[in-house]
């Protein structure tokens, strides 16, 4: 069946580092990559997205790039915070099925001070 | 603008019991997804409605099911409860259907334990 791999499963950096998160999906059909940010407590929140037509995208400090030859997808967090501390996400879509994204396992990433 | 409203917070209940969770949108968003969340599945999709009908519906048994009113608000319930359906049920919701409506909006769930 389809499969979002994720890694690192943990990350820690010192803050002002930049931190890289990686994905691999499996369905030739999906189009949309969303990343999101899931804090203690609450639900995940969409940080970043990007379309299968589209080959990176930027948003100040948070960066997507996608390479859909190798089906591969990764998350660029430049000149991080305290605050970034949170578990990311990486999504794929399932091709032709609207609201069911496969969602990777998750990072950890702690930004220490 | 209001985001996406799920109630109750939290929900304690036993083995065999049933189990009703509630889902506002954001105003104007006609799809709702739901979703679980497992310290060891992650995060897996349950189902999709758009327009009062489900459109998706993920590897879950005939237990869990869900409708969606004319307002857009759903509703998922879960029957005859397991140790195993412990768990953070979220509901997400995006403007409407098709390319261009990928973005889910995610509230923040219902945390369900099951004793």
């Known amino acids: 069946g389809e499969n979002v791999e994720q890694h690192p499963s943990t990350l820690s950096v010192q803050e002002g580092d930049s931190a890289v998160i990686k994905c691999t999906y499996s369905?030739?059909?999906?189009?949309?990559f969303p990343w999101y940010k899931q804090e203690l407590g609450k639900g995940p929140q969409l940080i970043i997205d990007?379309?299968?037509?589209?080959g990176e995208k930027k948003d100040q400090r948070i960066a997507v790039t996608l390479n859909k030859t190798a089906k591969h997808f990764s998350l660029h967090i430049t000149e991080t915070q305290p605050e970034d501390s949170a578990v990311y996400f990486c999504?794929?879509?399932?091709?032709?099925?609207?609201?069911?994204?496969?969602f990777g396992k998750g990072t950890k990433l702690s930004v220490k001070p | 603008k209001a985001g996406v409203t799920q109630t109750p917070r939290y929900l304690i209940k036993t083995r065999g019991q049933q189990v009703t969770l509630s889902c506002s949108p954001i105003?104007?968003?006609?799809?709702v997804s739901w979703y679980q969340q497992t310290p060891g599945q992650g995060l897996q999709f349950l189902f999709e409605?758009?327009?009062?009908?489900?459109?998706n519906k993920g590897n879950f048994p005939g237990r869990f099911s869900g409708r969606q009113f004319s307002n857009s608000r759903s509703e998922m319930n879960v029957s005859t409860l397991e140790l195993g359906d412990s768990a953070l049920y979220l509901c997400?919701?995006?403007?409407?259907?098709?390319?261009?409506?990928?973005?889910?909006?995610f509230g923040s769930g219902t945390q369900l334990s099951v004793l």
């Open positions: 990007i379309r299968s037509n589209v």
């Open positions: 997400a919701s995006s403007l409407a259907r098709g390319v261009g409506n990928e973005k889910l909006f």
């Open positions: 409605y758009f327009s009062e009908t489900q459109r």
């Open positions: 369905d030739s059909a999906s189009n949309y």
């Open positions: 105003s104007g968003h006609r799809s």
């Open positions: 999504a794929a879509s399932i091709g032709g099925s609207q609201g069911n994204l496969i």
